[in-house]
């Protein structure tokens, strides 16, 4: 006998696959985790070692201050998805991502534009 989308009751997972799945939303974070804190650490070399050669120090530590709080944006993003996705993974209502994808998404589109923004400004001098 097949099920209606309405009519069934949800199958439990075996823990075996719950067990899978959160250690799957763990490898996620830590992949945000990593994105971010390289942001952070480039913003943080962009400042000390760009910022005393440049011909404009102020555009170095404005990109390099967006470039720092972007990563950890992106580090506490990925610490609310996964926050909520292991309290939705035990409650068996879990969903994919939506906001933070398209935050996250034109944050990095955002970083590139300023990134080759401040690779033309430095190549003009």
């Not at 005393?52 to 170095?60: I, Q, S, T, Y």
């Not at 944050?107 to 190549?123: D, K, R, T």
Request: charged content about 15%.
């Amino acid at each position: 006998m097949r099920c209606g989308a309405l009519d069934c009751a949800p199958m439990a997972a075996d823990p075996d696959t719950r067990a899978r799945t959160h250690m799957a939303n763990e490898r996620t974070f830590l992949a945000w985790f990593r994105t971010g804190i390289t942001l952070l650490a480039l913003g943080i070399a962009a400042a000390q070692f760009l910022g005393v050669n440049a011909a404009d120090p102020r555009l170095v530590q404005g990109l390099a201050a967006i470039s720092i709080v972007t990563g950890g944006v992106i580090v506490g993003i990925g610490g609310a998805r996964y926050w909520t996705g292991k309290e939705r993974i035990e409650a068996e209502t879990f969903r994919p991502a939506q906001v933070s994808i398209v935050v996250s998404t034109v944050g990095a589109i955002a970083m590139a534009v300023l990134a080759v923004g401040f690779v033309l400004l430095l190549g003009r001098t």
